[in-house]
Structures are given as structure tokens and as C-alpha cells.
């Protein structure tokens, strides 16, 4: 069997061409079958192999979480699809449509303002005088509070 009668046959109608393109998996069945594709006899796939299995319940977790997530939106184009009957106007008022929220925009790298006390974005701040600071902690000694645990979750 040649090379490509083999991708042919493994890879189906969804194939890559050359390495810009990319695809990816979308359900945690496609992630078994990569497992059980692997061969554990060769270095790279035997370490691919490795933390694929050491991750796949995340994986799993999170694609049925996207699932769930892109549900709503495809109901709606299903029903956008269907013809709507009513009453015609003789004008017909445009609808604004309203900016999607995506969930994306939301988070924030909590754990860069911790370390770095600024975003990596953002030029640092200028370095303080450390002789204000020197006299700061001997007139006011506040005890520190225990840091919250570092996430990458949204506030």
C-alpha cells in the first residue's frame, strides 16, 4: 500500500494537505480512536500517547462543555432557516441585531497581575524609590493577608 492510498484510507474525505492547514477533534470518541491509532512501538507517539491519556478526561470534559456550549446557537440558525408566516407590512422594520457576548472576552490573566503585578500586554511600572519604601513599612507595618490561589479562571 502506498503513502497516499494509506492517508486516503485513514484519514477519509477530512484530510490535511500540507502543514498551514489544520483540524481537530470534536467529540471524545475521536480522541479514543487517535489513542488506539497511536503506535506505541515508535518514541514520539509513545510520549503523544502518553499525555493524551494523562489529559483525556479533561479533553472529554471540556469538549461535551463545548457541546453544550455551541447547542443553543444551532438551534437558533434551525430556526432562522424556517419560513416565518405573519402578517406583511407595507414597511418593515429592521431589527438591530445584538452584539453576541462571547465568553472569551470575559477572562483575565489573574495570574500575570499576581506575578508580574502588570499585564504582559503593558509595559511595566516605573520602579518605586526604596528609600519611600523603607520608610513606609516602619511607620505603618500592616500584616499581609493571604493571597488567593492563583487561577486562570474570570473574577
Known amino acids: ?57 479533561k479533553i472529554a470534559k471540556h469538549m461535551e462543555n463545548r457541546k453544550e456550549y455551541l447547542a443553543p446557537a444551532e438551534k437558533e440558525e434551525e430556526e432562522s432557516k424556517e419560513p416565518k408566516r405573519g402578517v406583511a407590512t407595507r414597511t418593515r422594520q429592521q431589527q438591530t441585531a445584538e452584539p453576541t457576548n462571547y465568553r472569551c472576552l470575559a ?9 508580574l503585578g502588570h499585564l504582559h500586554s503593558e509595559p511595566p511600572p516605573p520602579p518605586r524609590n526604596k528609600k519611600q519604601a523603607k520608610k513606609r513599612q516602619a511607620v505603618d507595618p500592616t500584616p499581609e493577608l493571604p493571597s488567593a490561589p492563583k487561577t486562570r479562571r474570570k473574577k
Open 107 to 115: 477572562w483575565e490573566n489573574t495570574v500575570a497581575m499576581e506575578e
Open 1 to 57: 500500500m502506498t503513502v497516499p492510498e494509506r492517508k486516503k484510507m485513514e484519514e477519509g474525505a477530512t484530510s490535511v494537505f500540507n502543514a498551514g492547514q489544520w483540524g481537530y477533534y470534536d467529540d471524545p470518541e475521536s480522541v479514543d480512536n487517535l489513542i488506539r491509532w497511536l503506535d506505541p512501538r515508535g518514541y514520539n507517539e509513545l510520549k503523544l500517547r502518553k499525555e493524551i491519556l494523562s489529559f483525556k478526561d
